[in-house]
């Protein structure tokens, strides 16, 4: 058990919770799988790689299925294609060593190995209100420093690819996402519960 | 104490390190010399540190956004294949009983792979599916098929081509060309997706016709089509427009041929240089609006250019790169 997470929240699945749990999962399943690959296939332009991320995304369910109540299977299966979508987009993307290490691989995937670590639903609400809030710090930079800071951030892209796209110099580019830097930390290290949000989710994995 | 100033310009400091090696381009100098700038002082570390967090939490976040906006995309096909299903009626418990033996057996077989079809310029061919329906690809036409349990799918990725489709009610038969998606359950129709337009035009049956919207990769409903109605999508003014056609002209291409009627000359070249290696070029700007009717014979371009020099007052000269130009004929 994780320390983090009082232990009256970690159920232990008997037999037959399981067997439910897995018949609800399939369920949804057959019902969504030609949402799932059409969405996958028209996302990732290839209807191979839906079809690997699909069963990728069967498995991964059916695993949380044996540990843990699914209360509803279709936004678990979605939320996992989702995120194993962008995982893979990410991946295809990847130009960029990162320099400043970022501890970015600690977003890796949402359902791999969650026993009993779930963010409870206040939590889940105060994340989304902080993602809320720095999706709407990007949206009011100034253009270029947002479209400096999206592309790299976001994109994964190298100042010398934003320079190219942007038509600019790279030490340009650079001062953009200086800008950016310091409008971003302005808003959000002022008030320190809008700052800090270590996400739910990750600060409490893998410490058990 | 320390003063507001200094703290700032520790901050400053570290924003302006960080956004140098961002980049992807630092070299390893810039990397130590930030390393040496951190450990001089507690609180430059502090500053780096508090840095790293926020361009965590900011990653985070963004990855956050979007699978937020993934998951909305996917409940929103979702709740649209289930309304359709509901109209489409079928018979849900012959389904269920269906659904039920196949699951075991089909839940970890794999997914179909995309078959791909294509032609090249000038070229036509007709392809079967394996559902019995009919796809004829017109001149530089690239097609990939998916058939799914519950859905054929077909994507257009550039060109023309026309449909036979085998009726399934079960199995819709959905085409998607740009952001133009029909819906059949068995009908004939052909699809053109062009630089500037996407134009459906049905021969047979009833076709629904979704547009996909900018932003929210939503799509909706634009047309029911039935016989002899083609819908025109003009990329440029984002609207779809309904009309009756005429169908020896669309469909001209499927015997060989192409056929115009009262058409000006710029859209007659565009047109046919679809079909040609060498393409047309008008080279007399007056020439654009000349109005051309007639059919002309695709299989070969040397009788294309007879016909409209013969037709009209037109001479064509071949430059050296291979672009045939149509000069106005001086009449004297």
């Known amino acids: 058990m994780t320390d983090a997470r009082p232990t009256d929240t970690c159920t232990v699945l008997d037999d037959v919770a399981r067997k439910r ?3 609800a999962l399939e369920k949804a399943i057959k019902a969504n799988q030609g949402v799932l690959i059409g969405w996958l296939t028209k996302k990732l332009n290839s209807a191979a790689d839906a079809a690997d991320i699909a069963q990728d995304v069967y498995i991964r369910v059916y695993k949380f299925a044996a540990v843990e109540q699914i209360d509803n299977p279709q ?37 791999e190995a969650v026993p009993c670590g779930g963010p409870t639903p206040e939590e889940v609400a105060g994340h989304r209100q902080d993602v809320i809030a720095m ?29 190219r796209e942007l038509g600019v110099s790279e030490s340009t580019v650079e001062k953009y996402m200086m800008d950016a830097l310091k409008r971003l930390r302005a808003r959000l290290m002022r008030k320190p519960q809008a700052s800090v949000l270590p996400l739910p989710r990750k600060a409490r994995r893998g410490k058990s | 104490m320390m003063t507001m100033n200094e703290r700032l310009d520790i901050n400053e400091q570290a924003i302006a390190w960080v956004s140098k090696l961002l980049g992807g381009t630092g070299s390893d100098a810039d990397k130590h010399a930030y390393a040496d700038w951190k450990e001089k002082d507690k609180r430059h570390a502090a500053a780096s540190h508090e840095l790293d967090r926020l361009l965590v939490d900011f990653d985070a976040a963004g990855k956050q956004a979007l699978e937020d906006e993934m998951v909305r995309e996917l409940e929103a096909a979702a709740a649209e294949k289930t309304r359709r299903r509901f109209f489409a009626g079928v018979s849900s418990i012959a389904a269920a009983f269906i659904a039920a033996v196949m699951i075991t057996i089909t839940m970890w077989s794999p997914v179909p792979e995309a078959q791909l079809y294509q032609t090249a310029i000038g070229e036509r061919s007709t392809v079967t599916l ?8 017109n001149t530089g036409t690239r097609i990939s098929v998916v058939m799914q349990r519950d859905e054929r799918h077909i994507t257009i990725d550039g060109g023309e081509a026309f449909f036979d489709v085998t009726r399934d009610e079960s199995r819709p038969f959905v085409v998607t060309a740009g952001k133009s998606e029909v819906r059949v359950l068995g009908t004939k129709f052909s699809v053109r997706l062009g630089a500037s337009s996407n134009v459906i035009s049905v021969l047979s049956g009833l076709v629904s016709v979704a547009q996909h919207q900018d932003g929210d990769g939503e799509s909706r409903e634009v047309a029911r089509l039935t016989a002899g109605q083609q819908v025109v999508h003009a990329a440029a003014i984002d609207r779809a427009v309904v009309d009756d056609f005429d169908e020896s002209s669309v469909f001209a291409w499927r015997t060989g041929k192409a ?15 679809r079909y040609f290696d060498d393409p047309l070029e008008i080279a007399d700007v007056e020439l654009a609006s ?4 007639g059919t002309f014979n695709l299989n070969n371009q040397d009788v294309v250019i007879d016909a409209l020099e013969s037709a009209f007052s037109i001479m064509a000269v071949k430059r050296v790169d291979g672009v045939i130009l149509l000069y106005a004929r001086q009449e004297d």
Do not use: C, W
């Open chain 1, 21 to 23: 749990n897995v018949r």
């Open chain 1, 75 to 111: 936004a678990l299966l979605f939320k996992t294609a989702a995120n194993l979508a962008i995982n893979e987009l990410k991946r295809r993307g990847r130009v960029l060593r990162r320099q400043v290490r970022t501890e970015d691989e600690n977003m890796a995937d949402t359902v």
């Open chain 1, 135 to 163: 999706m709407a710090a990007i949206r009011q930079l100034p253009e270029k420093a947002r479209a400096a800071f999206v592309k790299n951030r976001f994109e994964d892209k190298t100042y010398a690819d934003i320079a």
């Open chain 2, 130 to 137: 394996e559902d019995g329906s009919k796809v004829q690809l």
């Open chain 2, 259 to 273: 056929f115009y009627s009262e058409t000006p000359l710029a859209e007659v070249v565009t047109d046919l240089n």
């Open chain 2, 290 to 293: 000349l109005p051309v009717s």
